[in-house]
């Protein structure tokens, strides 16, 4: 039981090009999500899905697109990247969206540096 | 405007020692708190989620209170071991269909032997 993996670990981009970051998990979550984490800010929701088929924008979704592509995987595309997009992406997933006290269970995170 | 404040933003202490990190929020309509940990290079790893109707909590050597009047909460850490350094993060839930998370910056703790 692995629980949710991203791909690639780390990744290094020129300015203007594309990339698909990609999420999977295990635990049959309904929902998942994806965030970004910079130094000195909390975790920002970009994307999120509460269901299959469904997704919404979050709190910062300029420059990207996402794709639920099954249950199982939620992943995170990168069209033309920019400097601002250098960060840490985490992908997450919960039971439901909502549901209260439901725990959101996080993947090891994408370090992504954007040259 | 909807926001989670935490102090410190660091903090340093010696194994075996017990410290306090603190967490007060603005978000309303309120759910839930929860803390999270997480260590460097990892995504976090929910520690405890706490409701209106619930002043304390405990995992372990972690404990968490809320004080849902003052919009305070705090997750003390009792005999602290090496494998607590990391970052820990306070997480509100909003009430409400949306129920959006809102996370504070994080308070990095390190524990030197």
């Known amino acids: 039981n692995a629980g949710v993996t991203q791909t690639p670990k780390f990744q290094v981009l020129k300015t203007g090009q594309s990339m698909t970051l990609q999420c999977a998990q295990d635990?049959?979550?309904?929902?998942m999500y994806w965030y970004r984490q910079d130094p000195g800010m909390g975790l920002r929701l970009i994307y999120y899905?509460?269901?299959?088929?469904?997704?919404d924008k979050g709190e910062v979704p300029n420059g990207y697109n996402v794709s639920r592509l099954n249950k199982r995987e939620f992943s995170l595309r990168l069209e033309s990247a920019a400097p601002s997009q250098t960060s840490v992406y985490f992908c997450?997933?919960?039971?439901?969206?909502?549901?209260?006290?439901?725990?959101?269970?996080f993947g090891p995170g994408t370090r992504l540096l954007v040259l | 405007k909807n926001q989670v404040e935490q102090s410190p933003q660091s903090l340093i202490i010696l194994e075996g020692k017990n410290c306090t990190l603190q967490?007060?929020?603005?978000?309303?309509?309120?759910?839930?708190l929860r803390w999270y940990k997480q260590d460097t290079g990892r995504g976090p790893v929910s520690l405890t989620i706490?409701?209106?109707?619930?002043n304390t909590k405990s995992n372990g050597r972690y404990t968490a209170t809320l004080d849902a009047d003052t919009k305070q909460s705090s997750l003390h850490i009792t005999a602290s071991q090496l494998s607590d350094s990391a970052s820990y993060i306070c997480?509100?839930?909003?009430?409400?269909?949306?129920?959006?998370?809102?996370f504070g910056k994080g308070t990095k703790l390190s524990v030197k032997p």
């Open positions: 997450a997933s919960s039971p439901s969206r909502t549901g209260g006290t439901m725990t959101q269970y």
């Open positions: 635990m049959n979550h309904n929902s």
């Open positions: 899905s509460a269901s299959e088929g469904t997704t």
């Open positions: 967490c007060n929020y603005t978000v309303s309509p309120f759910s839930n």
């Open positions: 706490m409701t209106f109707s619930e």
């Open positions: 997480v509100v839930r909003q009430g409400g269909s949306q129920g959006n998370l809102i």
